[in-house]
């Protein structure tokens, strides 16, 4: 595995970014290669290089798992700004990066994302055409979670709450740094949540895989984008290249199995795929072996198919 800086010219800020490597790497040989992106809250780190990363270095892709900007180990301030339109440009500088790459083939870019990660993935899928193939893992539309759940379903309260708070900071007061997943699970019984997403990102970024990267909060004063966007805005138009879209069956507050047979559904793909696990809830598609399993079973052959 190699770490390398991803210089985003826009806003002239570094993308941190490890790329992992197939077995008996030849840099003299040209690679398919597949942009893994992390969800909301998370790091590179993580699910997206640390289970699918390695995964797909393993079945011979050269992968390159990356912070989002303001994120992570990348560049970029305030910190923790959670905003669609920075998010899926930032894809679009890895695609810069991964073409002056000698040993990644142009022509077969594909990307991965996982959560919030995935709506990114498939929104800049639409405009971004170096992109050849699209992975979706446990997939959502963070526009949609924001004006629904993360907004107790009051998205113009919110956004009047987010104007006062940004009109507080520009006078000198202190920012707003909400998170996004309870700080452990006994704070989480004690505050009497029960959804299996808010549970299950709780045990996932505190217990099973816990890592200073992962910021699990955002800046609410800069999250008015996220309120007004939509990760499947045109989808029937400009959603044409090749995708897999992997949820479970077993769905929570977060919405991913809700965002995954729509955008299945409305996505203009000539080829499109829609793998249900079965047993299986958002976070447990993050690592645990056996939804992982099931879902590498189909996503490895349809990049190899398609890249």
Known sequence: MKTVNIRNR????????????????????????????????SCKEQT?????????????????????????????????IEDPTVAVEDFRHVVDYLVTLPYVDEDRIGVLGICGGGGYAINISMTERR??????????????????????????????????????????????????????????????????????ATDYYRNRCPNDGAGTRALFS???????????????????????VVIGDKPGGFGAYRDGLE?????????????????ASHYELYDQPEPVRQALARVVPFFRTHL
């Open 10 to 41: 826009d806003m002239q800020l570094d993308i941190a970014a490890d790329i992992r490597f197939p077995p008996g790497f030849d840099e003299r040989r040209k690679y398919p290669a597949i942009i893994s992106a992390h969800p909301i809250g």
């Open 222 to 244: 800069h999250r008015a984008a996220s309120v007004g966007w939509d990760a499947f805005h045109l989808a029937e138009t400009l959603l044409t290249t090749p995708m897999i």
């Open 131 to 200: 992109i050849k193939a699209l992975a979706s893992i446990t997939g959502v539309n963070f526009g949609r979670l924001c004006r629904e759940g993360f907004s107790n379903y009051d998205p113009i309260g919110a956004l009047e709450a987010m104007g006062r708070q940004r009109t507080a900071e520009a006078r000198g007061a202190d920012p707003q740094v909400d998170l996004f997943v309870p700080p452990s699970l006994d704070a989480a019984a004690q505050a009497g949540i029960t959804d299996i997403d808010v549970l299950g």
């Open 48 to 80: 997206a290089g640390n289970v699918y990363g390695a995964a797909l270095a393993e079945a011979g892709f050269v992968v390159i798992a990356f912070d989002r900007s303001t994120q992570g180990a990348s560049g970029g301030e305030p910190r923790y």
């Open 263 to 279: 955008i299945h559904g409305r996505a203009a793909s000539a080829h499109k795929e829609l793998v249900v696990v079965e047993g």
